[in-house]
């Protein structure tokens, strides 16, 4: 009975990955096709925000994978990090102004996210 358990546990998350990779298969393919100006991963991102909204696929369907990504969210980092460092002359030279875009973007961001968020919770 556990045996059993585990491998419907392994099949659920593999069904949520399979769902993640086609809607980022899916928007890398309307890009490639289209010459849309938004990049593939984003656009797949969107394409699967809708499809929960719509109620196309449930969100436990997706859950499993999306959780262990989160888990797993900081090791994607490393590589940008380790990029950064071949830039270090550049951005010890001009440290202020990348500080300042940077904390004004991330308010400009926060900002359009609260509004967005409260559009979205008036429409539910």
Known sequence: MKILNLRNDHFKML???LYIFLFL???????????????GNILGMILIFVALKLKLIKLET?????????????????PFGVGLLAYFDFIKAHWIVLTVAAGLSTL???????IVQQKLEKHD
Not at 25 to 39: A, H, K, N, S, T
């Open 15 to 17: 069904k949520a990955f």
């Open 25 to 39: 298969g899916l928007g890398e393919l309307i890009v490639y096709f289209i010459d849309f100006p938004v990049p």
């Open 62 to 78: 997706v859950k499993p994978a999306s959780d262990k990504l989160i888990q797993y969210l900081m090791l994607f980092f490393v």
């Open 108 to 114: 400009i961001t926060l900002y359009v996210t609260a």
